[in-house]
């Protein structure tokens, strides 16, 4: 392990943004991690995994600690079921096409998500249909005072859209090493109920999907609508879609009878974030370097040397557009450092 100091964390970061870290140290097992941070109590740490979902504004004034714990293993199994923990600082996108090759479903309708493992509880992420929380059965965290390890099982991670205890009740106090999920090895519940999908598939005369060709679908779509982060700057969707009490939508639904909705539960509807953005006449749209994906609404882009804070205040732009245009707040999706 070697610490390095005024280190540029511009490939650490899928917008590609360029900032220092004071310092910065790669870890790659748990006795690393502990010993980094036993030696380190005094100072300020900031824990980095992927850098997919988050939008640097400034530098780093402390020890950043890049998790990079690697490996994957079957836990258990039976006949219908396999359980399969993954370290950390595996790939997701790699690690999901590895549990397809294997005949493991559960995963695949969330391919070509960026990011590693670590992170995916923390933001419960999600995509057509699914999310974490479905497959999801425990997670090993190190706790950052006194290294102790602790596991958090389903009902403790407190999951909701796009949230998790590790966003708000214990945020910044445990550091994530390896997740555990449960995934089927028969009778899988195949899920295509979105159009997107359903339309991919019907290309190619597709009924009855395997898992292969339902991961094959999502990677399609998404690499259609969303850029490739190693040739244009981005963190994916940068957006959440509101949640709106349906008394409240019916109102706006009023005025805006082309908005489009999903229904949540009995009293909220889903709003697509995108949508509104698009209607709003952002799509596309460049400021500088900073800017609105021409194929997908809900991405902002660094077309080369955007400042964070560039970004920031093009999504500051977004939010009280829409709100002004709609009555309808967007929440940022993306941690903004």
Same mark, same amino acid.
């Given at each position: ?5 005024? @280190? ?15 310092? @910065? ?69 790699? =690690? ?62 407190? =999951?909701?859209? +796009? ?17 555990? /999920? ?6 899988h519940n195949i899920n295509t109920a979105y159009g997107d999908i359903t339309n991919e598939l019907a290309k190619y005369n597709i009924v009855n999907p395997t898992l292969k060709e339902v991961s094959n679908a999502v990677i ?6 969303? #850029?490739? #982060? ?7 969707? @940068? @957006? ?16 805006? #009878? ?7 539960? !009995?009293? !909220?509807?889903?709003? #697509? ?8 006449? /952002?799509?596309?749209? +460049? ?22 804070? !560039? ?11 829409? /709100? ?14």
């Amino acid at each position: 392990m070697e610490i390095q100091s005024n @280190f540029s964390l511009k490939k650490y970061n899928t917008f590609g943004i360029e900032a220092k870290a004071k310092q @910065f140290v790669a870890v790659h097992s748990i006795a690393e991690l502990t010993t980094i941070l036993e030696q380190n109590k005094s100072e300020n740490t900031f824990i980095l995994g992927g850098g997919s979902n988050m939008l640097l504004t400034k530098d780093i004034d402390a020890l950043v600690i890049h998790i990079d714990l690697k490996g994957k293993k079957i836990s258990a199994e039976n006949e219908d079921y396999v359980w399969v923990e993954s370290q950390a600082g595996e790939d997701w996108h790699e =690690f999901v096409l590895w549990t397809i090759d294997q005949g493991f479903g559960g995963l695949e309708n969330m391919s070509l998500i960026p990011g590693n493992v670590g992170s995916t509880p923390v933001q419960n992420i999600g995509a057509y249909g699914t999310e974490i929380k479905d497959t999801f059965v425990s997670c090993e965290a190190l706790n950052t005072v006194n290294q102790e390890l602790k596991t958090f099982l389903k009902e403790e991670c407190h =999951f909701g859209y +796009r949230e998790s205890t590790f966003k708000n009740e214990v945020k910044n106090q445990y550091i994530i090493t390896s997740v555990l /999920f449960k995934l089927t090895k028969r009778n899988h519940n195949i899920n295509t109920a979105y159009g997107d999908i359903t339309n991919e598939l019907a290309k190619y005369n597709i009924v009855n999907p395997t898992l292969k060709e339902v991961s094959n679908a999502v990677i399609a779509i998404r690499k259609s609508k969303l #850029p490739d #982060p190693k040739k244009l700057g981005n963190s994916g969707s @940068f @957006f959440k879609n509101p949640i709106l009490l349906k008394t409240d939508f019916e109102k706006i639904h009023q005025q805006f #009878p082309e908005m489009k909705y999903y229904n949540v539960s !009995e009293t !909220e509807v889903k709003v #697509p974030a995108g949508w509104l953005i698009e209607q709003a006449g /952002f799509k596309g749209k +460049r400021f500088g370097d900073a800017g609105i994906h021409e194929n997908q609404a809900l991405v902002l882009v660094n077309y080369g040397n955007a400042t964070g804070q !560039e970004i920031l205040n093009v999504s500051k732009n977004i939010q009280e557009t829409i /709100f002004k245009t709609f009555g309808i707040h967007i929440e940022a999706e993306v941690n903004v450092i």
